[in-house]
């Protein structure tokens, strides 16, 4: 199963029409699911996936968990959840002159991510098929290195140093 | 004798909470209170610290709202108010956003020690609340390098 998720907070309907039309053209029979906020003025309605517009985080670690491919927005949540349960993830930035956000920082996060396995990153609409054809041909040809679900052990002990030189 | 600080881990639901939680270490074993804006992370938290063998954490959800919903804005800000006098914490972590501004600059009334860590997503410029918050952070961190300043923020690591 492919999860598509557009975050909580904001639609993101050209991630939603690529992903559509990318799974009549090239994936027929494809098994997607999508938890998709949509504009609520003339939101656009996949062909070929159910939607939904919300998920508990119960149901969200369900869903993740059972997908092989996860496609989303480039926010640091999705990424970072995907590379430490060791799944493919294509990412694509919502852009401010499309009215997706408020600001283009998630150009800034696509240019600025290192290179980790399993992730891939489309610039844009134009960019996606491909970038899903090549993810998913990773994930049949690969095992995914995972990242520590922990930050690097240097950074929470200055964290921690700090906060246990609290008097109390 | 001192007894350990007791400590507020402050992160709206979604990529803010996800790097928050990242830090974890940092407060292993600590008497903790975390507060967010999506009530089904309560049942995600608890059973992560069992697993984990950390004491059970007490937890807080509030209002969920971004800067340009009011309303909604202006009861996070009374929710999170009533939070900090209520468990009145020494020492208060955030990555944002609009919750962790608010818990930081109440903090200061009741003078926590307050740290913002900015969140990853922002490897341009530091955010909006970010900057604001700069007079309310004793520790006031960017993840990223190449915007950290002599005066802050400064830089310490990243959670990737």
């Known amino acids: 199963m492919i999860f598509l998720t557009t975050g909580t907070q904001l639609p993101f309907d050209r991630l939603v029409r690529a992903v559509d039309a990318w799974a009549e053209a090239a994936q027929p029979g494809c098994e997607i699911f999508g938890q998709v906020l949509s504009p609520p003025e003339a939101p656009y309605r996949p062909r070929n996936f159910e939607t939904r517009t919300r998920l508990s985080p119960a149901e969200y670690a369900e869903i993740f968990e059972k997908a092989r491919l996860i496609v989303s927005h480039a926010g640091m949540g999705t990424i970072l959840t995907a590379l430490t349960r060791g799944k493919q993830i294509c990412i694509m930035p919502r852009q401010v002159k499309y009215g997706e956000h408020r600001s283009d920082h998630q150009l800034a996060t696509v240019e600025r991510l290192g290179a980790h396995p399993g992730l891939h990153k489309a610039r844009d609409e ?11 041909a990773e994930g049949e040809s690969l095992q995914i290195a995972t990242i520590d679900p922990f930050a690097a052990a240097d950074f929470s002990d200055r964290l921690r140093a700090f906060i246990l030189s609290t008097e109390k | 004798m001192r007894s350990p600080p007791k400590l507020m881990v402050v992160a709206s639901a979604g990529g803010h909470w996800v790097q928050l939680m990242r830090l974890r270490k940092a407060w292993d074993g600590l008497d903790v209170v975390y507060m ?30 971004n800067l340009t919903e009011k309303a909604r804005l202006a009861r996070q800000l009374f929710e999170v108010l ?17 919750p962790g501004y608010f818990a930081l600059r ?17 490897a341009e410029k530091l955010s909006k ?24 923020p400064h830089f310490m690591g990243r959670v990737l």
Not at chain 2, 48 to 55: F, L, N
Not at chain 2, 116 to 121: E, G, K, N, R, T
Not at chain 2, 129 to 152: C, F, I, M, N, P
Request: glycine share 8%; aromatic share 8%; hydrophobic share 40%.
């Open chain 2, 82 to 98: 009533f939070a900090v006098l209520r468990h009145r914490p020494d020492v208060i972590i955030t990555t944002g956003a609009a």
């Open chain 1, 126 to 136: 134009h960019d996606l098929a491909g970038c899903l054809d090549r993810a998913l």
């Open chain 2, 106 to 122: 109440f903090g200061k009334l009741i003078k926590a020690r307050t740290i913002w860590v900015d969140s990853m997503a922002n």
């Open chain 2, 129 to 152: 609340s970010g900057k604001e918050v700069r007079k309310y952070a004793d520790l006031w961190l960017t993840q990223w390098e190449h915007l950290a300043q002599s005066d802050g």
């Open chain 2, 36 to 65: 967010t804006t999506e009530p089904g992370l309560c049942d995600i938290v608890k059973t992560m610290a069992r697993d984990e063998g950390a004491p059970s954490p007490k937890f807080i959800s509030v209002t969920d709202a």
